[in-house]
């Protein structure tokens, strides 16, 4: 592994300490009277950083009192007011659609949280009495800093009140990322690491990924993003049980070009609805022959945060080892800020 210049394997190493440092912190913000009359919560953020929002709304729809709404976009939809609490989430704090949302968020009188290490989105959040919950700046990119943004909002939603079995939650999730980390490290070699191999099967194919429900949902969209950042290569995810209203029946009239080029990835979890184990079984006896390959991963972990982050921080390894096998240097995005080079010329 000789091409990684922004040590971006060491920031996917150190997520299970991020993750309990960024709740310790999370937990000395003074955040005043939050939390206190709310109807809903809005979380706002694009890219890394606003997957943190979906990881929230999957893991607590079961159990939070009132709805949440992940946000990707620029506007803010009318509904949001004083009676909404509002996480802006961005690493770098100026991601130009999330300050954007921010800003439209205070000006509704909603309660805004920002989490960033600095930027605009700060400035907003304290221009119109909000909270900065401040990320420590020290991983080179947003789809790093995962733990400190999960934990932020999770600890900030239990001490206003809706989540307040939170803390147990993240040492959990804590807990299950060393143990997979001791799994799929880079000096954990051959087939004996999971996510190596996974590297290895995948191999220049195109991945699909499919995951099952509101979790497996968020962890099929991470591994997408994973690939596409990390591996610089194309990839695409769905979940089920969408994924029997239409694409099922993509599946067809192309075989002799897709089962040479599509390798699809289950990703799976305790917290399945029962009917989504025929769903993946049915589905996948229909489609294999169109496809190079089916893979399959397995959450491990005790409690939804700790299964759905153990699928992500497999991806997060297997998209490591997918870049670094084939030579690419897994940190840069030159894509991405070519582009935001060329609209803030506009």
């Known amino acids: 592994m000789t091409i990684d210049s922004l040590r971006f394997v060491d920031a996917v190493l150190g997520l299970p300490e991020q993750l309990r440092d960024a709740t310790a912190a999370a937990e000395e913000v003074d955040l005043g009277d939050l939390g206190a009359d709310v109807d809903n919560v809005v979380i706002l953020g694009m890219g890394g950083s606003g997957i943190a929002g979906d990881v929230f709304r999957a893991v607590t729809n079961s159990v939070l009192p009132v709805p949440v709404t992940v946000l990707k976009q620029y506007r803010v939809p009318r509904f949001v007011g004083p009676r909404t609490l509002a996480f802006a989430l961005s690493y770098s704090g ?113 991945p699909l990924f499919y995951g099952g429900g509101a979790l497996g949902e968020v962890a099929a969209m991470r591994w997408k993003f994973d690939v596409n950042e990390n591996a610089k290569a194309p990839a695409f995810w769905n979940a089920y049980p969408e994924v029997d209203h239409h694409e099922i029946c993509g599946w067809g009239q192309h075989g002799d070009v897709t089962r040479q080029v599509f390798t699809l990835v289950e990703l799976r979890h305790g917290f399945e609805h029962p009917r989504l184990e025929r769903r993946f079984a049915i589905t996948r006896e229909l489609i294999e022959e169109t496809l190079v390959q089916v893979l399959e991963v397995r959450a491990e972990g005790e409690g939804r945060l700790a299964q759905l982050l153990d699928l992500m921080y497999v991806g997060d390894w297997t998209t490591s080892y997918l870049a670094l096998d084939h030579d690419v240097d897994p940190g840069p995005i030159a894509a991405i800020l070519d582009l935001k080079q060329r609209l803030a010329e506009d």
């Open 94 to 206: 100026d991601t130009e659609e999330t300050v954007a949302m921010a800003e439209s968020a205070a000006g509704a009188g909603a309660q805004v949280v920002a989490v960033s290490h600095g930027g605009l989105l700060r400035d907003v959040a304290l221009g119109g009495d909000g909270v900065h919950i401040p990320c420590a700046d020290t991983v080179p990119m947003p789809r790093a800093a995962l733990g400190y943004l999960v934990a932020a909002v999770f600890v900030t939603a239990a001490r206003a009140g809706l989540a307040p079995d939170a803390g147990a939650w993240l040492e959990a999730a804590a807990g299950q990322l060393e143990i997979r980390r001791e799994k799929c490290q880079p000096d954990v070699l051959g087939a004996a690491n999971p996510a190596r191999e996974l590297a290895r099967q995948i191999g220049t194919t195109i």
